[in-house]
C-alpha cells in the first residue's frame, strides 16, 4: 500500500512540475565518492562519464602555496602520511597539509577514507572501495580543472566546478590566503564570470563577504557563491596553531535565525545540511519540512543540500530514490550533492522521459 501511495504521489508531481525535472542538478560530492576513494582523480573522470552537472573540489593548501584537492586541513585519514613521515605531525597527533610541501605530499598513497580503531585503520564505509587497493594520489586544483576541460572537450558537454575552501580563518593566521590563492587560479582557466560555470562555496561568512567586497574587485572577476551552512548536529573544533588550539568559526551559526536576505546580498545560494530541511524524526507518510528553501527561495537563493548516500539513508525513506523525490520535488531544492551521481542522474532523467511523453 505504501509503495502505491508513493507512486500515485510521483505521478501527481510530475504533472504539476511540467518538466521541472530538468532543472534540477546533480553535484558529484568529492567525485564519485560512493565507488572510488573521494577526490582521487579517478572518480572525478567516473562522476563526469555519470553525467553530473557539477564536480566538488575541496581545497587545502600545502606549505609552499599550492592547491590541492583534499576534504580536510588533514592528511591521516585519507593518506600513509603516518607511515612515510612519522615525525610530522602536530603536538595533537594530526598532519597538517600546510605543513608539507607538494612534492612530499606526491609521494603519499591516497585510499578510502578511514578511521583509526583498536590501533587499526578502519574504513568510514565497509561496502566500498577497499583501503589500501590499486593506486592513488593526491592532486592539484589545476590538474582536476584540466582534466574537466579535457573531458569537457572531447565530450563536446560542459560540466562544471563546485569548488570549496577549507578554513580559510585557519589559513590567514598561518599566513596563507587561500581565496586570493582559488581565485586568481580560477581566473587563469577562465571562470570569472557570472556565466561561468562554476559554484564557488564556503562555510565562513566573513570570508565570502570579502571575497564579493574586496577580492572580486581587486581581480575584476564576478563569479556564484554559495555560503555553506552546518547541520544541527556540527560542533565547534579546535585544531593547533603555533602550538595553542585555534577555534574554527566554521560553524558558528544559529540555524534558528538565519537572515537569508543578508546572506543574498554576498551569496547566490546556500549548502545546509539536509538534516536542516526535513526534520529527523519524519516518516514516510508524514514528512516534516522546515521552512528554510521557501525562505531562501524568496531570497533570490539556490539551495544545494549535502550529502545524499545511498549507504546511509534517513529513517524517513525506504530507498535511494523515495530520498531523492522528497527532496527534488516535495522540499523543492535546486539540486544535491551526493556520492552517488549516476543513481541520481537515473532519477532525473527518468522524469524528464516521463514529463516529455
Given at each position: 500500500m505504501k509503495k502505491l501511495i508513493f507512486q500515485t504521489v510521483?505521478?501527481?508531481?510530475?504533472?504539476?512540475?511540467?518538466?521541472?525535472?530538468?532543472?534540477?542538478?546533480?553535484?558529484?560530492?568529492?567525485?564519485?565518492?560512493?565507488?572510488?576513494?573521494?577526490?582521487?582523480?579517478?572518480?572525478?573522470a567516473v562522476s563526469y562519464v555519470m553525467g553530473a552537472d557539477y564536480i566538488e573540489q575541496d581545497l587545502v593548501l600545502t606549505k609552499d602555496n599550492r592547491l590541492v584537492?583534499?576534504?580536510?586541513?588533514?592528511?591521516?585519514?585519507?593518506?600513509?602520511v603516518a607511515d612515510i613521515f612519522p615525525d610530522r605531525k602536530r603536538s595533537d597527533g594530526r598532519y597538517y597539509v600546510i605543513d608539507f610541501t607538494l612534492a612530499e605530499i606526491k609521494q603519499l598513497d591516497m585510499t578510502e577514507r578511514y578511521k583509526i580503531k583498536n590501533g587499526k585503520r578502519v574504513a568510514v564505509y565497509?561496502?566500498?572501495?577497499?583501503?589500501?587497493?590499486?593506486?592513488f594520489k593526491v592532486h592539484t586544483f589545476e590538474e582536476e580543472i584540466e582534466?574537466?576541460?579535457?573531458?569537457?572537450?572531447?565530450?563536446?558537454?560542459?560540466?562544471?566546478?563546485?569548488?570549496?575552501?577549507?578554513?580559510?580563518?585557519?589559513?590567514h593566521a598561518e599566513g596563507k590566503d587561500i581565496a586570493l590563492i582559488s581565485l586568481k587560479i580560477l581566473k587563469k582557466y577562465g571562470y570569472d564570470t557570472r556565466n561561468s560555470k562554476i559554484y564557488f562555496q564556503c562555510f565562513e561568512a566573513k570570508e565570502l563577504k570579502r571575497i564579493k567586497n574586496e577580492l572580486f574587485n581587486q581581480l575584476s572577476m564576478n563569479i556564484p557563491l554559495v555560503l555553506l551552512l552546518p547541520g544541527s548536529n556540527k560542533k565547534k573544533y579546535a585544531v593547533l596553531h603555533n602550538g595553542e588550539k585555534f577555534l574554527l568559526n566554521e560553524y558558528n551559526w544559529d540555524s534558528e535565525n538565519i537572515n537569508y536576505t543578508e546572506i543574498s546580498e554576498y551569496a547566490d545560494g546556500i549548502g545546509p545540511s539536509y538534516n536542516s530541511l526535513v526534520a529527523r524524526d519524519s516518516?514516510?507518510?508524514?514528512?516534516?519540512?522546515?521552512?528554510?528553501?521557501?525562505?531562501?527561495?524568496?531570497?533570490?537563493?539556490?539551495?544545494?543540500?549535502?550529502?545524499?548516500?545511498?549507504?546511509?539513508l534517513p529513517q524517513y525513506a525506504a530507498s535511494f530514490d523515495q530520498l531523492l523525490f522528497i527532496f527534488y520535488f516535495m522540499v523543492d531544492i535546486?539540486?544535491?550533492?551526493?556520492?552517488?551521481?549516476?543513481?541520481?542522474?537515473?532519477?532525473?532523467?527518468?522524469?524528464?522521459?516521463?514529463?516529455?511523453?
Open positions: 510521483i505521478l501527481g508531481v510530475i504533472v504539476l512540475s511540467n518538466g521541472i525535472a530538468g532543472e534540477k542538478i546533480v553535484i558529484a560530492h568529492r567525485g564519485a565518492s560512493g565507488y572510488l576513494p573521494e577526490h582521487s582523480m579517478e572518480t572525478k584537492v583534499l576534504h580536510d586541513i588533514f592528511l591521516d585519514r585519507v593518506t600513509n565497509l561496502n566500498r572501495f577497499p583501503l589500501g587497493k590499486s593506486s582534466l574537466i576541460q579535457g573531458m569537457n572537450k572531447s565530450f563536446g558537454k560542459n560540466v562544471g566546478l563546485y569548488p570549496e575552501i577549507k578554513s580559510p580563518a585557519f589559513h516518516q514516510l507518510e508524514q514528512i516534516k519540512i522546515t521552512p528554510m528553501v521557501s525562505e531562501a527561495h524568496k531570497a533570490g537563493l539556490v539551495v544545494h543540500p549535502y550529502t545524499f548516500r545511498s549507504d546511509k535546486d539540486g544535491i550533492f551526493t556520492d552517488f551521481p549516476d543513481k541520481a542522474v537515473d532519477f532525473l532523467n527518468s522524469f524528464s522521459n516521463h514529463t516529455h511523453k
